[in-house]
């Protein structure tokens, strides 16, 4: 049995009455919440943990431009975190992870959906895709790792961004 968007408890819950074998929460860069404790919940009781969103709707994939404007009926428009000084912060955020992509030879998405690969207690990433393009460059984020010395510029470069306005995306 899996399950989406629960909370530890309601996990606790669910799972003494089912047992849980998988759960899919949001999780990405910029919204972390879930390391603090389901994660942790889920390493503790051997659940797997499928995270959607790690490109947050194509902002970490960093193919969008500083000054970047939404066609009409794209959805993303209504977030704020492609708007306005979030946007702007998102951009500088980007940035580093623009140079970390050329160290490694990467696209930017392929670095963002490996970092998360490897947090601790994620076992897969989910990641939409319009074109078989994208599912093909998805796939080149397996088979290495960052450094740790580009895991901390991440992390420094996360610190330096703040914590985004909205911490959901919903």
């Known amino acids: 049995i899996g399950v989406s968007n629960f909370n530890v408890d309601q996990l606790e819950r669910f799972h003494a009455i089912c047992p849980i074998t998988a759960v899919q929460p949001p999780y990405n860069m910029l919204q972390r919440q879930i390391e603090q404790d389901v994660l942790p919940w889920c390493r503790h009781n051997g659940v797997n943990a499928m995270v959607y969103w790690p490109l947050m709707k194509g902002l970490l994939a960093g193919r969008l431009p500083r000054d970047y404007q939404f066609q ?17 912060k998102n951009q500088d955020f980007l940035d580093e992870l623009r140079a970390i992509a050329a160290e490694c030879n990467k696209t930017v998405a392929q670095v963002v959906v490996n970092w998360t690969i490897w947090q601790p207690g994620v076992t ?20 290495w790792r960052l450094t740790g010395e580009q895991t901390a510029r991440i992390e420094s470069a996360l610190a330096r961004r703040g914590e985004p306005i909205v911490r959901s995306a919903v």
Do not use: N, V
């Open 72 to 88: 009409p009926g794209d959805g993303r428009a209504k977030y704020p975190m492609f708007h306005g000084d979030e946007w702007q």
């Open 124 to 143: 897969a990433a989910l990641c939409g895709a319009k074109r078989a393009s994208q599912i093909e460059e998805t796939a080149g984020a397996m088979g």
